[in-house]
């Protein structure tokens, strides 16, 4: 995978992108550290590798105490 810098990727934005529809994935860089992917365009999503991240998503995510519910912690989230 070629790494490139936000300020770089703007200038060549066309290029990569047609490197990308080619089948190359490029990783967008900002100060330093990864920040973004072009990737080519899937024709089929592999529904097998969507449920398989669904569920990853799934394992990181904690239940909500006793009591609250997600607009309990959106207010609280604004204080």
């Known amino acids: 995978m070629?790494?490139?810098?936000?300020?770089?990727?703007k200038q060549k934005l066309s290029?990569?992108?047609?490197r990308a529809s080619h089948g190359?994935?490029?990783g967008i860089t900002r100060r330093g550290k990864?920040?973004?992917f072009i990737?080519?365009?899937q024709?089929?999503?592999d529904l097998k590798q969507v449920f398989a991240e669904?569920?990853?998503?799934?394992?990181?995510?904690?239940?909500?105490p006793k009591g609250m519910t997600?607009?309990?912690?959106?207010?609280?989230?604004r204080r």
């Open 2 to 9: 070629k790494r490139v810098g936000l300020f770089e990727a």
């Open 15 to 18: 290029e990569l992108v047609d």
């Open 24 to 26: 190359e994935r490029i």
């Open 34 to 36: 990864l920040a973004a």
């Open 39 to 41: 990737v080519p365009v």
């Open 43 to 45: 024709d089929k999503p």
């Open 54 to 64: 669904i569920d990853r998503i799934r394992t990181r995510l904690k239940p909500l």
């Open 70 to 77: 997600v607009k309990d912690l959106i207010e609280e989230g």
